[in-house]
């Protein structure tokens, strides 16, 4: 196993960490499958185990900014009854400011940048960190609070709000998807063989390291689709197969005698449609040449 994944996310997570000790909002720049998720919650796990002065436990609120209108996000002003009603940003950041506990408090956004909505932000993102509602109501950030987005690009936010932020950027190939099979195999392990699993997993980096080689030379993709996404895709095709063996609650695992047949042949089958589904029509025959 290349160790070199594993240390590039080691140094994302301190990146991340130097960030927001000296930035109360910040941005994490990276497409899907490139573990902008997996940085914020590993370095939250960090800092709520130690649990000391310069490390205080994490709370996190998450938020989808393009999932709900504006007025549901800031806050609506209704002209008939001449009511303001807070939005869930406003209410989210007034019950985190009115908090005694020391705890760090992160309110992330993860959903694409909008030109509309982030530019109401650039307050909350200046160094008086406050964010001033269309009420008239003004709301004060306390410093263990933090304004973290998680975007896949920056094509429409201004300068003036990316001048504001810390930068982190992600990308999927630094993580690559040898990874997401080392992590799916160790999961594996607590209810199958652990020699059978050795050889699943030597055989799904043997068969996904020439099908990503193949497929990405030789065929199409209707739409763009990174090698993370294949790989996990057809890992959940994989998992469709050996999920049901777990057994539920206490109950021991339910392992068939044939167990390491039916994964081999699982992972035969992950490959054509975990794989193959997503080329195109006219390249898929290709594949499947290759894949016989």
Request: net charge negative; with cysteine.
């Given at each position: ?28 720049v990276g497409h899907a499958f490139s ?258």
């Open positions: 196993m290349n160790l070199q994944p594993k240390e590039d996310f080691l140094r994302k997570c301190i990146q991340l960490y130097e960030t927001i000790m000296v930035r109360h909002g910040l941005m994490l573990a902008k998720s997996s940085v914020i919650q590993i370095l939250k796990r960090a800092f709520t185990e130690i649990n000391n002065e310069d490390f205080a436990p994490v709370v996190t609120d998450f938020i989808n900014p393009k999932s709900i209108k504006q007025t549901q996000l800031y806050g609506l002003f209704d002209e008939d009854s001449g009511e303001w009603t807070d939005g869930v940003l406003a209410l989210i950041i007034v019950q985190r400011a009115n908090e005694e506990s020391k705890d760090r408090k992160w309110i992330i956004f993860d959903g694409p940048v909008d030109a509309v909505w982030i530019e109401n932000m650039n307050t909350v993102l200046d160094d008086n960190k406050k964010l001033c509602l269309a009420s008239g109501a003004i709301i004060k950030l306390k410093p263990e609070m933090t304004i973290m987005f998680e975007v896949e690009d920056l094509a429409v936010a201004s300068p003036a709000t990316v001048s504001r932020c810390g930068m982190v950027l992600l990308e999927p190939k630094q993580l690559g998807f040898e990874v997401l099979i080392e992590s799916y195999c160790t999961t594996l392990k607590s209810y199958i063989d652990e020699k059978i699993v050795e050889k699943v997993k030597e055989i799904l980096f043997y068969l996904f390291n020439l099908s990503m080689e193949y497929v990405y030379r030789e065929c199409k993709f209707p739409v763009p689709t990174g090698p993370n996404f294949i790989t996990a895709n057809a890992l959940k095709m994989f998992d469709s197969f050996v999920s049901g063996w777990k057994g539920e609650a206490d109950e021991p695992a339910q392992v068939p005698k044939d167990a390491e047949q039916i994964c081999f042949n699982a992972i035969i089958f992950a490959a054509v449609w975990g794989i193959g589904a997503q080329i195109d029509e006219t390249t898929r025959a290709k594949y499947d040449l290759f894949l016989q």
